[in-house]
């Protein structure tokens, strides 16, 4: 999972990025409401969820979620914010907010509420995934083979989600990386390549049969 956090402080969005991270998400983060609001619109599908603070420069927050909702952009969003009156309240749900959390605030419920909208997707995502033997459990982030606990490293646990999830389809090398890596990272290296053969070492081990294809010029693909 993918997040986009759009916040002017600069030490407050990388904090909560680092800790998104360490909690097994991608994140990126804007300073500005033009550059969140572009982000979005230029590749909606690269997040899975935006966290917006309302008093943002260039943009604020309540016009940029009003303008995702108004082009049928329907990314969940968690509004983050100083602003704690009703109306205030009220003007950032109106506008299309999935949620609002009022500044100062602990991490650990910022992360509950990230679970939260996660957990409410335009269709309904099961909490279990299963692929012959391999069983993989979104919420625990636990992954069986064979009846056999696999450990994965974070990134291998968002790069096998994925595919799991898109059993039997081909997905390309850069549509790993924009699921799993930040925006910041280098989109020309090896890490994709690494994080799958890695992946198969570990499957094959377990399964003793094959089921992460390479599709040589193309991706890769999980096999049902």
């Given at each position: 999972?993918?997040?986009?956090?759009?916040?002017?402080?600069?030490?407050?969005?990388?904090?909560?990025?680092?800790?998104?991270?360490?909690?097994?998400?991608?994140?990126?983060?804007?300073?500005?409401?033009?550059?969140?609001?572009?982000?979005?619109?230029?590749?909606?599908?690269?997040?899975?969820?935006?966290?917006?603070?309302?008093?943002l420069p260039k943009k604020d927050g309540v016009s940029v979620c009003n303008d995702w909702r108004k082009a049928n952009i329907t990314i969940p969003v968690l509004m983050l914010?100083?602003?704690?009156?009703?109306?205030?309240?009220?003007?950032?749900?109106?506008?299309?907010?999935?949620?609002?959390?009022?500044?100062?605030?602990?991490?650990?419920?910022?992360?509950?509420?990230?679970?939260?909208?996660?957990?409410?997707?335009?269709?309904?995502?099961?909490?279990?995934?299963?692929?012959?033997?391999?069983?993989l459990n979104t919420t625990t982030r636990k992954v069986t083979c064979a009846g056999k606990e696999m450990p994965l490293t974070l990134k291998e646990f968002m790069v096998l989600?994925?595919?799991?999830?898109?059993?039997?389809?081909?997905?390309?090398?850069?549509?790993?990386?924009?699921?799993?890596?930040?925006?910041?990272?280098?989109?020309?290296?090896?890490?994709?390549?690494?994080?799958?053969?890695?992946?198969?070492?570990?499957?094959?081990?377990?399964?003793?049969?094959?089921?992460?294809?390479?599709?040589?010029?193309?991706?890769?693909?999980?096999?049902?």
């Amino acid at each position: 999972m993918k997040i986009l956090i759009v916040e002017d402080n600069e030490k407050l969005a990388s904090g909560i990025k680092r800790g998104l991270e360490q909690e097994g998400y991608a994140a990126d983060y804007v300073l500005d409401g033009e550059s969140g609001a572009r982000r979005v619109e230029l590749g909606m599908h690269d997040y899975d969820l935006v966290i917006l603070d309302i008093m943002l420069p260039k943009k604020d927050g309540v016009s940029v979620c009003n303008d995702w909702r108004k082009a049928n952009i329907t990314i969940p969003v968690l509004m983050l914010t100083a602003k704690d009156t009703t109306e205030d309240k009220i003007a950032g749900l109106d506008c299309g907010a999935d949620d609002y959390l009022i500044k100062p605030f602990s991490f650990d419920e910022l992360v509950a509420r990230v679970r939260a909208l996660l957990r409410r997707p335009k269709e309904v995502l099961p909490v279990e995934l299963k692929i012959q033997d391999l069983i993989l459990n979104t919420t625990t982030r636990k992954v069986t083979c064979a009846g056999k606990e696999m450990p994965l490293t974070l990134k291998e646990f968002m790069v096998l989600e994925y595919l799991m999830r898109h059993p039997n389809q081909v997905i390309t090398r850069d549509e790993l990386y924009d699921h799993a890596w930040d925006f910041a990272a280098n989109a020309f290296s090896n890490t994709v390549d690494v994080h799958i053969k890695n992946l198969r070492k570990k499957i094959d081990y377990n399964l003793h049969e094959k089921l992460l294809e390479t599709i040589r010029g193309v991706g890769y693909r999980l096999k049902t």
